[in-house]
Each structure stands twice: as structure tokens, then as C-alpha cells.
């Protein structure tokens, strides 16, 4: 019975060398492709060695996960560019924010805009519907998790409803984060007059890495004039009618006013890409009349963006910040300059903040994020943990002249690899209104252990070493 066991662990490792030896040939390939690529040294390694020590495994990884701005992708889908904006937008920002206002898109600042935050996920869904309630024209909605669940299908059966009456309804959808999402419902709402589509739908294995490559944006456009946009996806855990004490804690907002057409342009280009449609001919966007005093820049990223402007500007951002800078993230996984970055902030006496949640719905992520975190609480880092529940908000605050809203999270998988939009504010009003939100989420906080066990740290350093590839 036991040489029959031993054999049996023989042959099963002898196959497992000798497929590893085969496979050899095809590591190297993927190697020399990824000392190719302009990757930070931290991820070009740990990419190396999940490959060369277990080519089994790091392989399928890589071809899934690994690759970075992907060019046949980033070839078919038309690059993002938004209508220029013919204005001061050099006065529109404050001075200590320009720089970081024109890596960001200087020439998309708009002013007149009108903005309402919410208070939370009941706040957010009733502005929702009353939306798609109130459109008359068009329904433009983009998100990266749609369930099928009382909130999903109630919004889903506003949107059969509106669909029904002759409104153009759309309903473009991530392929991954959507991907347990019900057919039956989307299916209805086609049926309905209603358009769905399916960004690089993770059943398609023409590219199998395009896995890798998510459409993260939450975009939704009523009539080109309005807009709900920030970070919630349509799911119970986000909004719903009624109080859900396992809710996330969450922020987005309406917008009305000039800033809506970029949005509604960043809608246009995915919705082209996902639908195998050819782009509409590029015609200047009616830019809508003034409604408020919100001056405001949308900064769409990702593959179909040039260059890395949202890493750009925010690292540009943070060496702006002379007396505050607080931050708010549901993952926190900084490269290397933008760690670097925050302790030189921290060097030059800013107050820095950052708040995440006590535990996320990532575990990986919580370990890979400890190091980082005390590395920069050990230079007095006011690092505080969200310890009601999770926390899926993504804002920054620049001292009292800039806040940066919207759906990118605070790691590298935001700032490089997935499709983002996000939002930077400058106007002094709305500035403060996130300072005020901030502040009320800190009062739910407690600080981080400065120290842990050994075990703990340990594990943290291995869950660190995969911080590039997570």
C-alpha cells in the first residue's frame, strides 16, 4: 500500500517536472515580453520569479493577469479624448494645484457646474430612479457590477419601463465584474427596446488576457445633461430603497451643468468599443448652460487613454499638498513613487491621512496593504480604520483647494490598468463639502496597531511581494 503511494507521488511529480521542463521554452518567451515592457522593477520580479519557479501556474497567470496596456485592445478601442473647453482654466484651478491640473487635463475643466453629494446608499438610489423616472430623451448607464438582486432589479425594471415609452436606453456592463449577473432580466430589457452590451466579455477567449483589463468606470447620463457618477456599481451592498445595516459606506453624486458632456463623451467611446459599433462622427458636444458654481475636471484613464495621466496628477497632487492630505480607499497598494511620495509629504510636516476599511472584501489585499500602511504610520501616518463595515468610497483632499472623486481606487490596478473616470473639484464650496464627509467617516474609525506579531508580519511581507501582480 505505501510503495504504491510513494510510486503514485513519483509519477505525479516526475509529470509535474517533466511538463515543467517542456514548458520552459514557452517561460522564456514570456520573460523576455515582460523585460520588454515599461513595468516598475518591483512588478517585473515578481512576475519572474511566479513564471521560472512555477511556470505551471505563472504562465496561465501572466496570460490572464499580467499584461499591462494591451495594444490590440487599446488599437480597437478608440482612445478617449474630451471636448477642450475654451475658458481661464489656468484661473479656474489654485495655483498650488495647476501642475497637477494640467497632467490631469487642464483643458476639460469646467465651470457652472452644479454637484449634490449624498449621504448614503438610500439618498443615492432615490436620486437614481428619480432620474431615469425624469429622462426624456436618453438613458445612458455604464457599471462595473450589475446583480441581480432588489436593487439591480428594481433599477432594471425602471429601465424596462422608460425603454417601453421610446427612451434610447443603454446598459453597457463590465464581462468580468458583472459576470454572474443573470441573462433573463438583461434579455427583457432588450426585449423592452432596451441596448445591452458586455465590456470584454471574459467568455470571448480570442484574447485570453484581456481578463486583465476592466471596465471600472460607473457612469450613468440622462439626456446628455445630467449625471450620477462616483463609485457605487448597482447592487444591494451600494444603494437600495431602505437601510441595509451590511451596506457599504460609499460615495457618488449628481451632476448638472457643462462637466456632464465629458462624461457623456467617456459613455460614447466604451459603448462604441463594446458594441462593435464605429465610433459616431466626432462633432463637438453641446456643452449645457451653466447650473451652479462647481468648477470641476473629468479625468477619464486606462488603456484607452495616452499616457498615465490619473497617476500623473496624482502624484503631482500629493507633492502639492502643504498642510493636509487625506485619503480615502477601499484597497490601498501604492507602487513605489507614490509611496515614496507620501512620506516626503509627511517629511515636510503635512497632515496625512489615510482611511481604509478594518477589513475589506479582499483578505489579500488587507495583508498586502499592512507593510505599507506602518512604514508610513512609523512617520506619523494617521492611518484609521473604517470599523463599521467596508468602506468602497475613493476620494482624496488637497489642503482646502482640491478634492479628487470618482471610481479609482488608490493602487496600482487603478491607476494602470483599469478603465477609470474619476473627478477632481476645485471650487472652494464643494471642496469642503468632502471635507465635511471625511471628517464625518473618521468619527467611525479607530487607529491602526502600530505594531504586530512576527506571524503577522511575516505574511504580510509574502502578501506584499504580490502587491504588483494583485
Not at 89 to 103: I, S
Not at 143 to 166: C, F, H, P, Q, W
Not at 449 to 457: C, Y
Request: glycine share 8%; with cysteine; charged share 20%.
Amino acid at each position: 500500500m505505501f510503495s504504491s503511494a510513494w510510486s503514485l507521488s513519483f509519477a505525479i511529480a516526475g509529470t509535474v517536472v517533466a511538463v515543467g521542463i517542456l514548458m520552459m521554452p514557452f517561460a522564456l518567451l514570456v520573460v523576455a515580453g515582460i523585460l520588454r515592457q515599461r513595468r516598475s522593477p518591483a512588478s517585473s520580479l515578481a512576475w519572474l520569479m511566479a513564471i521560472l519557479l512555477l511556470p505551471l501556474v505563472g504562465i496561465p497567470l501572466f496570460w490572464l493577469f499580467g499584461s499591462r496596456k494591451i495594444k490590440r485592445i487599446a488599437q480597437a478601442k478608440p482612445p478617449v479624448h474630451l471636448t477642450a473647453v475654451e475658458s481661464e482654466a489656468g484661473a479656474a484651478t489654485h495655483p498650488d494645484v495647476t501642475m497637477a491640473a494640467a497632467h490631469l487635463g487642464s483643458d476639460s475643466i469646467t465651470r457652472g457646474n452644479r454637484l449634490k453629494f449624498h449621504d448614503g446608499g438610500e439618498d443615492a438610489f432615490g436620486d437614481l430612479i428619480a432620474l431615469i423616472d425624469g429622462a426624456q430623451r436618453s438613458i445612458h448607464i455604464e457599471t462595473y457590477v450589475l446583480k441581480a438582486d432588489a436593487s439591480g432589479n428594481a433599477i432594471l425594471d425602471r429601465l424596462m419601463a422608460r425603454a417601453k415609452e421610446g427612451v434610447d436606453v443603454r446598459l453597457l456592463i463590465d464581462g468580468f465584474g458583472s459576470f454572474h449577473m443573470r441573462r433573463r432580466p438583461l434579455r427583457r430589457l432588450r426585449r423592452a427596446g432596451g441596448k445591452v452590451a458586455f465590456f470584454l466579455p471574459i467568455w470571448r477567449l480570442t484574447l485570453l488576457n484581456r481578463s486583465n483589463l476592466r471596465d471600472h468606470r460607473k457612469i450613468a447620463v440622462f439626456d446628455g445633461e445630467r449625471v450620477f457618477a462616483g463609485g457605487r456599481n448597482l447592487a444591494n451592498e451600494y444603494l437600495g430603497p431602505r437601510p441595509d445595516p451590511k451596506r457599504w459606506t460609499d460615495f457618488s453624486f449628481v451632476l448638472e451643468g457643462p462637466a456632464a458632456a465629458h462624461y457623456g463623451e467617456v459613455f460614447d467611446f466604451d459603448w462604441a468599443f463594446a458594441s462593435r459599433q464605429k465610433p459616431a462622427s466626432r462633432e463637438p458636444r453641446q456643452i449645457t448652460a451653466p447650473q451652479g458654481s462647481a468648477i470641476m475636471q473629468v479625468v477619464p484613464s486606462g488603456p484607452d487613454v495616452l499616457g498615465d495621466g490619473l497617476f500623473a496628477g496624482v502624484l503631482s497632487l500629493i507633492f502639492a499638498a502643504k498642510r493636509r492630505l487625506w485619503i480615502v480607499s477601499p484597497y490601498f497598494l501604492p507602487n513605489e513613487m507614490l509611496a515614496e511620495a507620501l512620506q516626503i509629504a509627511l517629511g515636510r510636516g503635512v497632515d496625512v491621512r489615510i482611511i481604509v476599511p478594518e477589513k475589506s472584501d479582499q483578505r489579500l489585499v488587507d495583508l498586502a496593504r499592512g507593510q505599507f500602511l506602518r512604514d508610513l504610520h512609523a512617520q506619523k501616518c494617521k492611518v484609521l480604520l473604517f470599523t463599521p463595515g467596508m468602506v468602497h468610497a475613493k476620494a482624496m483632499l488637497v489642503d482646502d483647494v482640491a478634492a479628487t472623486v470618482g471610481s479609482a481606487n488608490f493602487d496600482s490596478r487603478s491607476m494602470f490598468l483599469n478603465f477609470e473616470v474619476s473627478s477632481v473639484i476645485h471650487s472652494p464650496a464643494e471642496v469642503r463639502s468632502i471635507e465635511s464627509w471625511i471628517e464625518k467617516l473618521m468619527t467611525h474609525t479607530r487607529p491602526m496597531d502600530a505594531m504586530v506579531r512576527t506571524r503577522r508580519d511575516t505574511i504580510e511581507g509574502i502578501a506584499r511581494l504580490l502587491a504588483p501582480m494583485l
